[in-house]
């Protein structure tokens, strides 16, 4: 299922434990442990846990977690990946964050169009969802400006770090898709 997805400035590949590091240096910040659902405070271990899992999730396909690969660099610098993979209803939950550095470059942007481009023409997914938090205005503006339609809210759905908080339910379908 996994193979190395090539963009302009970035790429998109499996992780290893040799980017425990990179990854960790990106994550630990407070303002995206906030946003996403990592824990807080973010390690190294954590890192290298995380990477360990992902890897046995990817042989059992079901996740494709792949790292965002600055290509200037080879470095780390976010991740995104599809969760949740139902191959019998063709969908899939996809899921992201990047670093503080590297924000408001269009490099989030540039990571959704590869892993939507993967999941709709690779693994022949049918639709591909997002669940951000409504403070989060950052990831919904991404989410509206790479074609995805929001769905719903569900109110007060999540506590996350002691605040109950509103989830937004963002969707797109293959023929919504354009990878231009």
Not at 60 to 74: D, L, P, R
Not at 75 to 84: A, H, V, Y
Not at 117 to 143: D, I, P
């Amino acid at each position: 299922m996994y193979k190395k997805l090539t963009g302009q400035r970035i790429n998109l590949r499996k992780a290893a434990l040799a980017d425990a590091k990179s990854i960790y240096q990106n994550a630990k910040d407070k303002d995206i442990c906030m946003a996403v659902p990592l824990p807080m405070p973010y390690t190294l271990k954590t890192a290298q846990e995380y990477i360990k899992a992902s890897q046995k999730k990817w042989e059992t396909k079901k996740e494709a977690q792949f790292g965002i690969e600055y290509g200037k660099t080879g470095e780390i610098i976010g991740m995104i990946g599809l969760r949740s993979l139902n191959f019998e209803l063709k969908k899939a939950e996809v899921g992201y964050w990047l670093g503080k550095d590297y924000w408001g470059k269009g490099i989030a942007k540039e990571a959704l169009g590869l892993i939507l481009k993967f999941a709709f023409f690779n693994l022949k997914l049918n639709r591909v969802y997002a669940e951000v938090k409504s403070k989060n205005l950052s990831s919904s503006k991404l989410l509206e400006r790479s074609n995805f339609k929001l769905e719903g809210r569900l109110r007060k759905d999540e506590k996350f770090k002691g605040k109950w908080d509103d989830l937004l339910i963002f969707g797109m379908l293959k023929h919504e898709f354009s990878s231009e």
